[in-house]
C-alpha cells in the first residue's frame, strides 16, 4: 500500500529565516488575546488538526506555544502546560489569571480585582508546656500531614488522632512534650 503524497529520495535543503509551516507561526500581538485572535484568523478551519501547535508572542515578550488540544474549534485553541498548569517565568514577567488556582495544594493564589492574594494551606502549631496531648484545630479543611518537634528542634512522635477535616490530637507518652507541629 502506498501513501499519497510526494516522494523524496534525497535530503532537501531550504534556505529560510521562517518557519517552513507557516501555521506555527509565530503570530504576534499587543497581548495574549491578541496574539491568539491573529492567529485563529490565519490557521483557518481546513488547516487545523488536533495537536497543531503555534508560537504566540506578546510584544517583547518571549514566545508562548499553544495547541489544538481535544478539538480544533476556537475554544481548543489553549496554552500548552497540562491540566491547570501556569508556567511561570524567571524573568519577572507577569502571570496572568482570572481564577482560583493552587499550587500542589502548597500554596492557594485567588485574582482579588487584580492583585494576587497569596495563602498557604499550612498551620504551625506550638506547645509552649510539656504536655501529654496536644489538641489542635487547624480549619484547613483536610486531614494534613503532620511533622513534630520539640523546642530544641528535634523531631519527636507521637500518635495522631483525626477528630475531624480541622481538629486532630496529637499523644505523647509520659511526660509528654511542648514544641511545635507543622501542618501541611
Same mark, same amino acid.
Do not use: C
Given at each position: ?10 535530503s ?9 509551516d ?25 488547516l ?12 517583547? $515578550? ?6 489544538? $488540544?481535544?478539538?480544533v474549534a476556537?475554544?481548543?485553541f489553549?496554552?500548552?502546560g497540562?491540566?491547570?498548569s501556569?508556567?511561570?517565568?524567571e ?47 487547624? $480549619? ?22 483525626? $477528630? ?5 490530637v ?8 511542648a ?6
Amino acid at each position: 500500500m502506498s501513501l499519497p503524497g510526494i516522494e523524496i529520495s534525497s535530503s532537501v535543503l531550504v534556505g529560510t529565516t521562517k518557519p517552513l509551516d507557516s501555521k506555527f507561526g509565530p503570530f504576534e500581538g499587543a497581548t495574549i488575546a491578541a496574539a491568539k485572535t491573529e492567529a485563529l484568523t490565519n490557521i483557518t478551519a481546513g488547516l487545523r488538526f488536533e495537536g497543531l501547535t503555534a508560537g504566540l508572542i506578546v510584544t517583547g $515578550n518571549p514566545i508562548v506555544e499553544y495547541w489544538f $488540544n481535544g478539538g480544533v474549534a476556537d475554544v481548543n485553541f489553549v496554552a500548552k502546560g497540562g491540566a491547570g498548569s501556569v508556567d511561570v517565568q524567571e524573568d519577572g514577567s507577569a502571570v496572568v489569571t482570572t481564577n482560583t488556582f493552587n499550587y500542589k495544594g502548597l500554596f492557594k493564589i485567588t485574582n482579588n480585582s487584580g492583585v494576587a492574594d497569596i495563602t498557604s494551606d499550612t498551620f504551625v502549631f506550638q506547645a509552649v508546656s510539656v504536655v501529654t496531648t496536644w489538641t489542635i484545630t487547624h $480549619n484547613l479543611d483536610k486531614y494534613p500531614s503532620v511533622m513534630t518537634v520539640n523546642n530544641s528542634g528535634d523531631e519527636i512522635f507521637g500518635a495522631i488522632t483525626y $477528630n475531624s477535616k480541622n481538629e486532630l490530637v496529637i499523644s505523647f507518652k509520659s511526660p509528654g512534650a511542648a514544641g511545635y507541629a507543622y501542618l501541611n
